[in-house]
Nanobody, 110 residues
Framework: VQLQASGGGLVQTGGSLRLSCAAS????????MTWYRQAPGKERELVAR???????YNADFVKGRFTLSRDIAKNTVFLQMNMLEPEDKAVYYC?????WGQGTQVTVSS
């Protein structure tokens, strides 16, 4: 299983980014896919999850700012992040079937 995460970058407070997680050897519609993040000096934490049925779950700190979706034809999961805050700075990882992507860095300047 390979998960290729991309889309991170540097944005100003209030900006937006869309992260992508392209999967190979698994079907993103047949398993739960989850985004996690890890800030410097902190533990990795769950950000959002989409289940096999397409239901989504967001961590409380998302507060309606992030939207998780998937494109079955592209076998890719997306995390649209709006109204970014400096506290959102972290490396973001996707996970599926207990496999991890390589992570993509998100930095938010104040």
């Amino acid at each position: 299983v390979q998960l290729q995460a991309s889309g991170g970058g540097l944005v100003q407070t209030g900006g937006s980014l869309r992260l992508s997680c392209a999967a190979s050897e698994i079907n993103v519609s047949s398993t739960s896919m989850t985004w996690y993040r890890q800030a410097p000096g902190k533990e990795r934490e769950l950000v959002a999850r989409i289940t096999r049925s397409g239901s989504t779950y967001n961590a409380d700190f998302v507060k309606g700012r992030f939207t998780l979706s998937r494109d079955i034809a592209k076998n890719t999961v997306f995390l649209q992040m709006n109204m970014l805050e400096p506290e959102d700075k972290a490396v973001y990882y996707c996970n599926g079937q207990n496999c991890w992507g390589q992570g993509t860095q998100v930095t938010v300047s104040s």
